[in-house]
């Protein structure tokens, strides 16, 4: 079994993205951005419709997403960064139904967790990037806030992990990790 991990080079995140826009899958390329963003499940993301990101009344993008958790009900705000909001134009999902789920097939239906993961397991293997899986993008945002200097804690909060553990495994942080810290302090 192939255990899902982040996207830890750069350069094979602007592949992975380019890979969309190159084939003008605006629909993915908001999808994957907005996954690599916010750390959202994919349940979480195939739920949203275009009113969740763009206020339609007064003509402007909403500052966040509010998503509940399904087992505690608890209710979380993620903020709309100009990266999701400029994929959101792409997509032109301004000129959409806002009622309407963002994420659906030529028929106008939802799609499934399992399209995700085949469309994300494709651009992967396209890229060159190895095995991907809807988790790699949620991996792959919490690796960068790490890299980043992000609080323990917040991570936590974040994921929604119960431990710093969890949260630990999540992440994935390797030996290699471990060895560029130790090389960048000359104290």
């Known amino acids: 079994m192939n255990t899902a991990k982040p996207i830890k080079n750069k350069d094979d995140i602007i592949k992975f993205k380019l890979f969309f826009i190159k084939r003008k899958e605006y629909r993915n390329y908001l999808l994957i951005t907005i996954q690599l963003n916010t750390a959202l499940k ?7 419709k275009h009113k969740d990101l763009y206020d339609y009344d007064n003509k402007r993008f909403k500052n966040h997403i509010t ?3 399904e087992k505690t009900r608890k209710a979380q705000e993620i903020y709309i960064n100009s990266a999701i909001r400029d994929a959101f134009k792409l997509y032109d999902g301004i000129n959409k139904c806002p009622d309407e789920n963002i994420f659906t097939n030529k028929q106008g239906k939802p799609i499934s967790r399992v399209q995700v993961y085949r469309i994300i397991k494709e651009a992967g293997e ?3 990037i ?3 899986s809807c988790n790699s993008l949620r991996k792959t945002f919490g690796y960068y806030a790490w890299k ?3 609080e323990p804690a917040l991570l936590m909060e974040i994921f ?3 431990s710093y553990n969890s949260t630990k495994r999540f992440l994935c942080i390797s030996q290699e990790d471990k060895d ?3 090389g960048h302090i000359k104290l």
Request: aromatic share 4%; glycine share 12%.
């Open 180 to 182: 560029n810290l130790f």
């Open 148 to 150: 980043k200097g992000a």
């Open 160 to 162: 929604n992990h119960k």
């Open 67 to 69: 998503v509940r958790d």
């Open 42 to 48: 994919i349940g979480h993301i195939l739920n949203l």
């Open 126 to 128: 396209a890229c060159n």
């Open 130 to 132: 190895g095995h991907l």
